[in-house]
């Protein structure tokens, strides 16, 4: 039923709904707390806009949370092309960053053109890292693998031959600038870990 | 570091946010859409937000599409206690009511007070089905199962016995009166289904 135009606009929203369904099988560094299986980007995507929900009252600045957390609905999709690239692995970032590209373009392109281009933009916005909203959200993304692994006895770290020095240069920083008390309430169970392990 | 209040504050909110991995090990009916495995209740979250989120001019009535985000990331955590009833099995309504409210009072419980009492709120609201809001999230919560079964060829329609009247008495009310423009746009799809089944 419904007019030609509002048929082809929602089979072009469900063509979207229905790709997205791929993150449910891209698998990410980080175990599930149970440590059972690799956890999948789509329930990641899931926990951290709930973390981003949980802790907006420790965001550094102002942010506006619903976007925060659209942000974070969005933000892996285009790993449903390139794949989860470990924070703790060694990749090529231009190259990475031109897949990644290709991919948004590829995945937004599938929705109808004025939401398509509304929801790249907050996906550049997140990318770029320079906004509050996009900040915060970053913070969030950095920190819920590592509360992962601290929850499961350094989790997936001694796989990765990862330092307490790495951890601060790679994740540290990133989630203090956006979420400076959670990286401070975390700071001595890491210190903790890495000084027994 | 930080004051001791604030540091209780923090373990409660952390303390929820790992006892909400759980979902992640909660199965549903539906399988994911290359029908390799069942879907787990912490991604199906993630993608009803989504579904929300892309489809959110189709609701009948207005809504505040961030309430609803909100509620579909939550609606589903009482499942971490309780699991998921498919909407095609039988169970003892009152009794399932029953566990989901101990559920909702321990899981909400572990937030700070004033946090979990609103959540809680808004899952009861959700639980209400008569806001204009909640009348919404619970449409995009039914059709995202029928769009999956859809999509794989019937899916799990087939193991439950379900009917096309089945479908229309239990899922297509519910998704029309919150989104009719949906359930329009599909049932040519259900039809054929059925006729060819
Ligand atoms: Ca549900």
């Not at 899931?46 to 659209?70: C, G, M, Q, S, T």
């Not at 929801?119 to 900040?135: C, G, I, N, Q």
């Not at 969030?140 to 330092?163: K, S």
Request: glycine share 6%; with cysteine; hydrophobic share 45%.
């Amino acid at each position: 039923g419904g007019q030609p135009d509002q048929d082809t606009d929602m089979s072009r929203r469900l063509a979207f709904l229905a790709e997205a369904d791929g993150l449910k099988s891209v698998y990410r560094a980080t175990r599930i707390l149970d440590a059972s299986r690799r956890e999948n980007s789509g329930e990641h995507s899931w926990h951290i806009a709930l973390y981003a929900l949980i802790l907006a009252e420790h965001a550094k600045r102002p942010v506006d949370l619903d976007r925060v957390i659209r942000m974070l609905l969005i933000h892996d999709l285009v790993e449903i092309d390139v794949g989860d690239s470990p924070i703790h692995g060694d990749h090529d970032i231009s190259e990475m960053e031109a897949a990644e590209q290709a991919a948004a373009d590829r995945i937004f392109g599938l929705l109808p053109d004025e939401q398509g281009t509304a929801l790249r933009a907050l996906w550049d916005e997140f990318e770029a890292a320079t906004s509050d909203d996009a900040v915060f959200a970053k913070s969030i993304d950095r920190v819920q693998p590592v509360i992962c692994n601290l929850e499961t006895g350094g989790g997936t770290w001694p796989e990765y031959n990862v330092t307490a020095q790495q951890l601060e240069d790679r994740v540290g920083w990133k989630v203090a600038k956006g979420a400076p008390a959670i990286w401070d309430h975390l700071q001595s169970r890491i210190r903790a870990w890495f000084a027994a392990a």
